[in-house]
């Protein structure tokens, strides 16, 4: 079944539009989540439970909780994108048709 000429398609988005999409939400949430979880939980006591033989700062494990919040609001982020991408990108019609 082929597409009719006039139909619209939407034109893909510049890269830098797409990853701000993607980075720029995720890095807000990310860093509610970090001020939430950290309001809880201090870093020094999470590494004696996890990591006791790794010298880790307080600052330096609110740095990797914030990028580890991070990454996993971004995927998150870029789940959601890849989802709500137009179908039209992925209906087309084939050489043959």
């Known amino acids: 079944m082929s597409q009719p000429a ?6 893909p988005r510049p890269l830098a ?5 993607i ?3 995720s890095f807000f949430a990310a860093g509610v989540a970090t001020m939430v ?6 870093p020094l006591l999470l590494r004696d ?15 990797v909780g914030f990028f580890m919040f991070w990454a996993c ?3 998150s982020s870029l ?3 890849i989802l709500l991408r137009p179908a039209s990108r992925f209906n087309k ?3 043959g048709d």
């Open 17 to 21: 539009q797409r990853l701000g999409a």
């Open 93 to 95: 019609p084939l050489a």
């Open 6 to 11: 006039d139909r619209f398609d939407h034109p």
């Open 23 to 25: 980075l720029w939400p």
């Open 73 to 75: 609001t971004a995927a």
């Open 37 to 42: 979880f950290f309001a809880f939980v201090d």
């Open 49 to 63: 439970m996890t990591f006791p033989e790794v010298e880790i700062s307080r600052g330096l494990g609110y740095t």
């Open 79 to 81: 789940f959601t994108w």
